[in-house]
């Protein structure tokens, strides 16, 4: 089973083979915080220069949107299903400016599989 952290890199790669959604994350510079409240586990997926990268979440670093949730939940909000998404979406924590939800809400459902 993939974890988090191999999920958050299959969004990113994801974003890279669609051209459409590369265009919509350019001058988009924003870390995402990704929490699971289950096992205090903490991610990240930053967006700078039109690609996304992901890693570990130390907490040093500020976070312009935090995701919180259980980690069942958060499978589903990235593993690339639109239905399981809209599902999960319900179920998830989100934290930040408006506008960035929206945008992140856009990218990983035009990023879906």
């Not at 994801?14 to 929490?35: D, N």
């Not at 499978?75 to 399981?84: A, Q, V, Y």
């Amino acid at each position: 089973m993939v974890g988090i952290g191999g999920l958050l890199a299959e969004v990113a790669e994801r974003l890279q083979q669609k051209a459409h959604v590369r265009l919509l994350t350019a001058g988009w510079e924003r870390r995402v915080g990704i929490v699971e409240v289950d096992t205090q586990l903490r991610w990240q997926l930053t967006f700078s220069q039109g690609r996304a990268y992901c890693g570990e979440w130390d907490g040093e670093q500020s976070a312009d949107l935090v995701l919180q949730g259980h980690e069942q939940q958060l499978r589903m909000l990235l593993n690339g299903d639109e239905l399981l998404y809209t599902s999960a979406k319900r179920h998830v924590r989100i934290a930040g400016a408006l506008r960035d939800q929206l945008k992140l809400d856009a990218i990983l459902r035009l990023t879906s599989k």
